[in-house]
């Protein structure tokens, strides 16, 4: 199953995607994550440490020139069928794994952006992304889970066909409901339209009716836990709050039918 996480910068969407993760292996699946998020955090706050964080594969000169480049023609639709194995980095389980079940594996793949490769034109290292993951999206029999930026572009119309959700992701605040609007209409013109809307730090009160808003909904409050250990911990897992978080992920897998 494909699972794309969106939504505006700051509102949770890379910790939703974490706990997801740990959620899903905990409970025998075995998950890809693609950190396809400017702020480059999935790892960290999946439990790494910034020593043992990928390099984001827009960086790899080596590979792009090697894909792109291959017998001195420009390829658009280069074979990357191995290199998940290759620049994926095994996450470890936080949390013990569900009664009588072998727990799964984690595996991280650092895309990068666009803005991360230095000056100049990035579309050879744009397609390679693409390419890659497209890949992971459309050929990976494991659960995907994607963490993207605001938008959907990343994904592209051939792609989001083969993802079976997304998750918008929203603090409670009108600007960050406007953002998960359009995030949902675009996602909607490209037929993605298996959506959940999650609310963050949710306080009360009834989300507005917005246009492209999922109206469907589940909220997590604010997490004492979280806010303890934020300055010390870039680590969103084995929070004294995991029971909330499970049951939450729990719901946002049964509305999206997954």
């Not at 494909?2 to 075995?30: H, M, Q």
């Not at 894909?67 to 280069?78: D, S």
């Not at 109206?215 to 911990?233: A, F, H, K, N, Y």
């Not at 499970?246 to 999206?256: F, G, P, R, S």
Request: proline share 6%; aromatic share 4%.
């Amino acid at each position: 199953m494909k699972i794309a996480f969106a939504g505006k910068g700051g509102v949770g969407k890379t910790s939703l995607a974490a706990w997801t993760a740990d959620w899903l292996a905990r409970n025998g699946k075995n998950v890809w994550m693609v950190d396809a998020d400017t702020a480059l955090s999935l790892g960290s706050a999946s439990g790494l440490s910034l020593e043992e964080l990928p390099e984001p594969l827009i960086c790899r000169e080596d590979l792009v020139r090697d894909r792109i480049h291959a017998g001195g023609f420009l390829n658009l639709n280069p074979d990357v069928g191995d290199l998940p194995e290759a620049l994926g980095v095994d996450l470890p389980l936080i949390g013990e794994p569900a009664p009588g079940v072998t727990p799964g594996r984690k595996r991280l793949i650092v895309m990068g952006a666009v803005t991360n490769a230095g000056g100049g034109c990035a579309c050879d290292a744009n397609a390679l992304l693409k390419a890659l993951l497209a890949h992971i999206v459309m050929d990976r029999d494991d659960w995907v889970l994607v963490d993207l930026e605001a938008g959907v572009e990343h994904l592209g119309r051939g792609t989001v066909a083969h993802v079976d959700g997304l998750v918008v992701v929203s603090e409670p605040s009108m600007r960050s409901l406007q953002t998960g609007a359009e995030v949902g209409r675009m996602a909607s013109d490209l037929g993605l339209t298996n959506q959940a809307l999650v609310i963050n730090r949710y306080m009360g009160g009834e989300p507005p009716k917005l246009d492209g808003l999922p109206q469907w909904s589940v909220q997590i409050p604010p997490l004492d836990g979280l806010v303890e250990r934020q300055m010390t911990d870039a680590s969103v897992l084995g929070l004294p709050e995991t029971g909330v978080l499970d049951a939450t992920i729990e719901k946002v897998l049964n509305k999206l039918g997954l």
